[in-house]
């Protein structure tokens, strides 16, 4: 990557984390990143938009092959371990951000603030097949779970998906905080983390909800 490029990342993803999307001007990130002709975000990113998609262009490339990885290494024939491998893909890759060095330990709490930031379209962001290992999860738990209606199934996945985002954001700022010692080390508590997120995606699909939904569908006929 050209060196000015890559610093420039790397600020703006540091900052953006730090003081989220609104609290954080390009000539700030400009500066912060040592470089000294104004024009310099314009020229690599051209906006605040494309400037975000080049920080997940930089990240995702190696978290959504590890989510492949995960996923082709267990067996989609046996239903409890392939519902676990299912949580583990879309919990690790992200979680291994807890400990990476410089850079980019920002990562994981610079993804909570844009995912957090109402003005921003995450969809958007992370077009173009960045994100194909949590599709791939998302077909999966469909194929896993036949008893729950899809719709419901993509908005569980919708939920543990926010819930990873934050709660691992959470611990990386008190572990940059040097807070109080947490009830559980990060290793237990990434495996907690797996854990909830298996037992949200299979929960018991009640009366209530298949009620709602039901209602929804006719609505939409």
């Known amino acids: 990557m050209n060196p000015t490029r890559e610093r420039l990342i790397n600020t703006a993803e540091r900052l953006f984390a730090l003081h989220g999307l609104e609290g954080v001007s390009l000539d700030r990130i400009r500066r912060e990143a040592g470089e000294k002709n104004a024009s ?61 060095p410089g850079a980019e330990r920002y990562y994981v709490r610079f993804v909570a603030q844009v995912y957090g930031d ?43 998906v926010g819930l990873i985002i934050h709660g691992l954001a959470d611990r990386e700022k008190a572990i940059a905080a040097n807070a109080r010692r947490p009830a559980l080390a990060t290793p237990a508590f990434v495996g907690l983390l797996v854990d909830i997120c298996v037992g949200a995606l299979t929960a018991p699909h009640s009366g209530a909800t298949q009620r709602e939904v039901g209602d929804a569908e006719r609505r939409r006929a």
Request: glycine letters at 6%; charged letters at 30%; a neutral charge.
């Open 40 to 100: 310099a975000l314009q020229y690599h990113f051209g906006g605040k938009a494309a400037l975000l998609s080049a920080v997940f262009e930089t990240r995702l490339s190696v978290i959504d092959q590890r989510r492949l990885e995960i996923l082709s290494d267990t067996d989609p024939s046996d239903r409890e371990p392939a519902l676990r491998g299912c949580a583990e893909a879309l919990v690790l890759p992200f979680a291994e951000h807890l400990s990476a």
């Open 118 to 160: 109402p003005r921003t379209d995450w969809s958007e962001l992370l077009a173009g097949g960045r994100n194909e290992g949590v599709f791939q999860v998302g077909r999966r738990l469909a194929e896993l779970l036949p008893e729950i209606p899809r719709r419901v199934v993509r908005a569980r996945l919708e939920l543990v």
